[in-house]
């Protein structure tokens, strides 16, 4: 029997093993939308807006490590995606993105609702389709699957015109599919990776620096095997957090523009790294002309183009970082005696006194709440357990730096794009892919308000999150570089007329609690993740004038952090 | 450094917009680009001019590989090869002096001349990047009217060759 193009792109959903499907409808998708009415094995989830869709099944892939899936109607419906296709893009998280076109006959026409999605799409996905032909619509969602979720991931579009959903054909789900010029390396090259394992056994001071590929790689078990065999200092960066425990004796800390003092100096003093998965971002390095002077570097990378583009490599390793880590631990195994184990106290020691400088503490106050000792409690009532998603600013750098990620694929949040208005809708994928789990979303009182309109979507699904915002009525984070950099000219930083999120969460339908006195914090925290099977939105007014530290600034290097006030002295004293 | 890359890709809609879109994003220079089908009609073959530091040419070799239409790619300036590029052009040729000079000029050059009109001539010239330039340099006496270049194509020489 013949199925229509509509019922294939359902038929193809189905036999992929799609749970979920974030869309909006429209005029375009409107036969896919009555294929799917017809069957309940795809559960659609109606968001708000597109850009909705596109964060949820986002926050659905860095969960649970399958491809998110959107459907969208054409024009605006594909505008609206770009904002959550570009920010998957900039985080290689999988996602297809199926897109209604304007028929095959109007396309170019200029058409009501007409956009050319594969040309505005184009700089932000791995790749992108547009369906001519309904005989060719089962193999290139197959090739969009297969291409979104294999090699370095990334978001794949395809752009179907409405007539191809209507037309007919035999429907035939090819089992893989085999491109020529498509074929990821993930083998790593056994002479590169002999070369790094001499490398690092002959470290004096060496440290291993994690990235978001090893958490999207499921190279947690082979990264926490390589650091425990080793016994080399770690760290991490913002979106590598949770491959290796907070726990880990090993570990120092994320690293970076608002990392720890201690993760910062290990980089820039050591005489080997070894990077897993992480790509020499500016927000890592800090200035790239006084990044890691000594180092000699092996950088493993499913991502050729990843290797030495920003900081020049010795052992540069194309693969898989799990496969390439086992590889690597097979040779090292029998040889970890050559370690010189002497060397390596030393350059401990030398941690542990960077270490005692304690980068991350922070001074309480009686009267207001200090947003550092909010996510201190979540993870206390949560036991680090719970999956964290947040949005961007001066909350995801403390969510970030006290939130002791135990667990990959917990920390959920847009680090390379830096997206505001992610947190909320990434949580309801979380939340649909694990609905017995506690899905916290660290917001601010800014990022909140770019996707508030999902908590009808939260309702419509019953998804109890929980929306913890740190509500301290300004930008902070640029609240905090006009203080540093502008000179205090707090130039539309200050969010005036911020509507009452109590009753704006009630009006949603959902429990709304405020908290202002540091008395009180506790007791609502711990009332809100009681309320299991609601979404609980409880708004934290926060001290306004607390700023991230410790802090790297633009142009300085990774020893020349700025630490928190007061903290400057007790280096000079411990340190000297 | 000047450098011929020569790019092996299917031949699809889109398929150059991906290669120009990424010179342009990631801010590469294209001294010039040229494409067309192969003999193996699913298969175009782009020649592109660039240039840039190693590290800048490593970086772009990388990105074209990433794109998921490439399906191979060489670096022609690594080995020896052979560059050729097309260009025509139409040069005022009116009377006998002239059009005797201009027609001298192509010879030297081995070039050709492919029309002809009571006022005009049009030249054909095919040879590496420099020829071409100098025939143009050599036609500073003649009213030039139009030019077309084709960009430069290249291919390996000897055994040397790029096939999928």
């Known amino acids: 029997m013949q199925l229509t193009g509509a019922d294939i792109v359902v038929r193809c959903l189905q036999d992929e093993g799609i749970e979920f499907l974030f869309g909006y409808p429209g005029g375009a998708a409107l036969h896919i939308y009555d294929a799917l009415y017809k069957q309940d094995q795809v559960k659609h989830i109606l968001v708000r807006h597109e850009q909705g869709a596109t964060h949820a099944a986002d926050g659905y892939a860095r969960a649970t490590g399958k491809p998110g899936v959107v459907l969208v109607t054409s024009g605006p419906g594909v505008t609206n995606t770009i904002t959550g296709i570009a920010t998957a893009y900039m985080d290689s998280i999988p996602m297809v993105v199926l897109t209604a076109q304007v028929p095959s006959h109007l396309i170019g026409d200029d058409a009501f609702q007409e956009v050319d999605t594969v040309g505005i799409t184009r700089p932000c996905v791995k790749h992108n389709f547009l369906v001519n032909d309904v005989d060719d619509l089962a193999e290139t969602m197959k090739k969009a699957f297969y291409i979104a979720s294999s090699g370095r991931p990334g978001p794949v579009v395809v752009d179907i015109p409405k007539d191809i959903t209507a037309n007919l054909t035999d429907y035939n789900y090819p089992e893989s599919v085999d491109m020529r010029s498509y074929q990821p390396r993930t083998r790593g090259h056994s002479k590169q990776v002999k070369r790094g394992v001499d490398l690092l056994l002959s470290a004096r001071k060496p440290i291993i620096y994690t990235g978001g590929g090893a958490v999207i790689g499921n190279a947690e078990d082979a990264v926490q095997k390589l650091v425990n065999m080793l016994s080399y200092p770690s760290t991490s960066t913002l979106m590598g957090l949770g491959a290796i425990p907070a726990s880990n004796k090993n570990f120092l800390g994320m690293l970076g523009m608002h990392g720890t003092y201690e993760s910062n100096m290990a980089m820039h003093d050591c005489d080997v790294m070894i990077a897993v998965g992480a790509r020499f971002d500016d927000r890592v390095t800090g200035e790239l002309a006084k990044f890691s002077p000594s180092a000699r570097i092996v950088q493993i990378d499913i991502d050729p183009s990843s290797i030495g583009k920003n900081v020049p490599v010795e052992v540069p390793i194309v693969g898989d970082c799990q496969e390439v880590l086992e590889q690597m631990i097979e040779l090292l195994e029998p040889r970890v005696d050559e370690i010189d184990r002497a060397a390596v106290n030393q350059w401990w020691e030398q941690i542990g006194r960077w270490k005692s400088l304690d980068s991350l503490a922070y001074k309480t106050n009686e009267e207001k709440i200090v947003p550092q000792v909010v996510v201190e409690r979540l993870g206390e009532i949560t036991k680090g357990d719970a999956y964290v998603c947040s949005d961007v600013g001066q909350h995801q750098m403390w969510a970030a730096q006290y939130y002791a990620f135990e667990k990959p694929r917990r920390w959920i949040n847009s680090g390379g794009l830096g997206t505001m208005g992610f947190g909320l809708p990434s949580a309801m994928g979380v939340q649909l892919a694990y609905p017995d789990a506690t899905v916290i979303c660290i917001t601010g009182d800014a990022s909140i308000q770019m996707c508030i309109q999902e908590l009808s979507c939260c309702l419509q699904y019953g998804l109890p999150i929980k929306v913890i915002n740190l509500n301290n009525q300004y930008m902070g984070m640029v609240r905090q570089w006009q203080e540093f950099f502008y000179d205090r000219r707090y130039s539309h930083s200050y969010m005036d007329a911020l509507p009452d999120f109590v009753k704006l969460a009630e009006s949603y339908g959902h429990i709304g609690m405020r908290v202002e006195k540091p008395a009180e914090l506790d007791a609502t925290l711990e009332e809100a993740f009681a309320l299991k099977d609601r979404l609980v939105f409880v708004d934290v007014i926060t001290d306004p004038t607390v700023n991230v530290y410790p802090m790297i600034a633009a142009g300085k290097g990774h020893h020349e952090m700025h630490l928190a006030p007061g903290q400057e002295e007790v280096k000079e004293r411990e340190l000297a | ?164």
């Open chain 2, 1 to 164: 450094m000047r450098r011929i890359i020569s790019v092996l890709l299917e031949n699809e809609a889109g398929a150059l917009s991906r290669v120009a879109g990424l010179f342009s994003a990631r801010g590469y220079n294209i001294e010039s680009l040229t494409v067309a089908p192969t003999d193996d009609p699913s298969l175009s073959r782009m020649t592109i001019v660039t240039g840039g530091t190693d590290s800048i040419i490593e970086q772009i070799t990388k990105q074209l590989n990433k794109l998921v239409d490439v399906v191979k790619l060489i670096d022609l300036t690594e080995g020896q090869h052979i560059e050729r590029e097309l260009m025509l052009v139409k040069v005022v040729a009116a009377g006998s002096e002239q059009r005797e000079e201009v027609k001298r000029l192509v010879d030297i050059f081995r070039g050709r001349i492919i029309d002809v009109t009571e006022s005009t001539y049009t030249l054909e010239m095919t040879g590496n990047g420099d020829k071409v330039d100098a025939f143009v340099q050599a036609l500073s006496q003649v009213e030039i009217i139009e030019v077309v270049r084709s960009g430069v194509s290249g291919i390996g020489r000897g055994k040397r060759a790029l096939s999928a």
